[in-house]
């Protein structure tokens, strides 16, 4: 059973448009979640996290949002970029291990 | 190190040879993890070190699956009587404390079992 989802394998958004990433989670115990950006053949980086007690946490591009009732999070990128393309990550940590969802492919096209 | 290193980056067995990875935790982090992602998955959680200790064994998928890590810095993992289910990136990554620092992770060693 997932405990972290990411129901939408891949997305894809013009330049310029937002883009935004879902994620549900069914363990009420999570008390941060992340969000990890990957390259091919790279190890994934960290992007932005969010506290359980937090409802919107924003750096640069990127804001995450967390609707604890409906245990649900989203990544917001605007202005999306050609750097953007990768695939995403949610994640979400419990007692100090960080268990990831399949990911999101998204495709920034031109 | 400045960051996270896994050797070998890539790695071709054969079926029913043992292997082992490596992971070079960036210095003075204390938390070291193990995950691996198949083709078309997620990451999936393998182990979990604290230091020396391995408080959270429960994502090894068999007792083919084994861990250690010495001097609190470099761990291995190794796999004995490969199989060809065992072919995914195994992942490392390491955390100055708890999870909820964030992971910095290594490049990933990529096994084939052929």
């Known amino acids: 059973d997932q405990q972290v989802k990411q129901n939408s394998p891949s997305l894809s958004v013009q330049e310029g448009r937002i883009s935004i990433l879902n994620c549900d989670y069914t363990?009420?115990?999570?008390?941060?979640f992340l969000w990890y950006k990957k390259y091919p053949a790279e190890g994934p980086t960290f992007l932005i996290s969010?506290?359980?007690?937090?409802d919107k946490n924003e750096d640069g591009r990127f804001t995450v949002f967390l609707n604890k009732s409906a245990k649900h999070l989203s990544l917001h990128i605007v202005p999306s970029q050609p750097g953007d393309s990768a695939v995403y990550f949610c994640?979400?940590?419990?007692?100090?291990?960080?268990?990831f969802g399949k990911g999101t492919r998204l495709h920034i096209l031109p | 190190g400045a960051g996270v290193s896994q050797s070998p980056s890539n790695k071709v067995t054969e079926k029913g040879k043992d292997v082992e990875l490596r992971c070079d935790p960036i210095s003075g982090h204390t938390a070291l993890y193990w995950y691996r992602q198949s083709l078309g998955q997620g990451l999936e959680f393998l182990i979990y070190f604290q230091g020396n200790s391995a408080p959270d064994k429960s994502g090894l998928p068999s007792d083919r699956f084994s861990a250690e890590r010495t001097g609190g810095s470099v761990s291995t993992l190794t796999i004995q009587r490969t199989q060809q289910e065992d072919s995914a990136v195994y992942l490392c990554?390491?955390?100055?404390?708890?999870?909820?620092?964030?992971?910095?992770f290594g490049s990933g060693t990529r096994l084939t079992v052929v």
């Open positions: 990554a390491s955390s100055p404390q708890t999870a909820s620092y964030g992971y910095t």
């Open positions: 994640a979400a940590s419990e007692d100090d291990k960080i268990i």
């Open positions: 969010i506290s359980s007690i937090k």
């Open positions: 363990n009420s115990m999570f008390d941060y």
